[in-house]
């Protein structure tokens, strides 16, 4: 009994098509159903993005106190970053360099919150590129797919960490894997292909960083080498 | 200067540890925002959870609806299921078998929402098993973790399916392999692993279950073989 495969809801065709009457009728049921709930699902998220707005207007002020007293500890981000088991291992021991001319973290969320987020990188003046700021941002369309765009550093002459991977170098007299550690986190802000958020799941570094490292960075910044095995704690002697 | 890296919240050690004061003084403060923010994540994950609770009792009539509706229309979840892009790589052709005698699909939230969901499959007397329901349970704990049970079925006498696929089939003169489609999706109903969500994602075929078939099955069902390409109307013929 396949009646109902050969179905379709486009109701200019249904009669034309091959279909047992009670199935069509069926079919236009349940579209309406889908209709309601269709509805019904769309004021859910309205009156969720309504709480959410709400609670981010609460929680923008804590986050500026935050970023004041993060700003007076000296490699705070670096620190936190590094003793977070998986954002510690992206980072190359140049990249490290680079991450103690790091002054703040931060994550912004679009204000509707649905169509977006930023995450911003904040440098003072450094040998490495000209940027303030660096961000990658993310944009969800409606129709399930994210649009990523991220900031081209603008490198200072021979400073280009993401073009130096290119070059094999060896290291213990073998050359060293490109996929292995010494390739620069930098890269991630130039990778922004359009993502099918459903089947693909977006950018997993960027959730990392949303949803746990900007959560909660004392977290991190507090933990002692000790208690995460594995970890290298590549810069405690610079 | 690595003062803070050693720094601890712990406030009863602080003091026996080589800290900057002005350190420990601003990793206080940050505690104490970060006290702050959890509070207001809390208060905005509980009026999230309102909304969504209130609208789920605006979603159950529907549901109810619907599911009557789909029961009188012959195979509507086999089709519906093998119509999907994901979910319709899923079934063996002898699960088809088993899924003509398939009566409902169900998702129930808990009803606290947060604590997690089941997804229940109703099935008529069948050759196959006893169970009048095979269903598979994801409860969230705080900590992130989700425990997952699921029914074991109580397959009739020689006709497991799943305990089928240790023994290899010759198909075109060659070994099929296990992991390829003639693996039962019974199988799915034991994989019962406790699951990291935050690092690991869960139950993959649950969250498209939940969040995309039973959200919308019509669309799945009305969708003609034409329409999606490499996928296999296996049971067209039947
Ligand atoms: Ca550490
Ligand atoms: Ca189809
Ligand atoms: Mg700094
Ligand atoms: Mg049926």
């Known amino acids: 009994m396949d009646k109902g495969k050969r179905a379709r809801v486009d109701e200019t065709e249904e009669d034309e098509l091959d279909i047992d009457p009670e199935v069509a009728d069926a079919i236009q049921q349940l579209q309406e159903v889908q209709d309601q709930l269709e ?4 004021e859910a998220s309205d009156a969720v993005l309504e709480v959410e707005q709400r609670f981010n207007k609460v929680r923008r002020p804590l986050y500026d106190t935050r970023g004041a007293v ?9 620190t936190a970053w590094l003793s977070h088991p998986m954002l510690g291992t992206l980072l190359s021991e140049e990249d490290q360099m680079v991450f103690k001319h790091l002054d703040a973290i931060s994550v912004e969320e679009f204000s509707d919150i649905k169509s977006g987020y930023q995450i ?3 440098w003072h003046e450094n040998p490495y590129f000209e940027d303030k ?3 990658k941002v993310f944009k969800f369309s409606d129709d399930g797919t994210v649009s990523v765009s991220g900031t081209q550093p603008k ?17 213990n007299g073998r050359k060293r894997r490109q996929e292995e550690r010494e390739c620069s986190f930098f890269v991630w802000f130039s990778e922004t292909m359009q993502t099918d958020v459903f089947l693909e799941g977006p950018d997993r570094v960027a959730e990392v960083i949303k949803d746990d490292l900007w959560t909660n960075p004392l977290k991190y910044f507090t933990q002692d080498g000790e208690e995460d095995e594995g970890f290298e704690e590549e810069t405690s002697h610079d």
């Open 155 to 171: 490198w200072k002459p021979g400073m280009d960490l993401t073009a130096r991977q290119g070059e094999p170098e060896k290291t």
């Open 39 to 42: 509805k019904v699902n769309e």
């Open 120 to 122: 911003i990188f904040t």
């Open 133 to 135: 700021q660096l961000s």
């Open 70 to 78: 993060i700003a007076s500890i000296s490699d705070f981000w670096l």
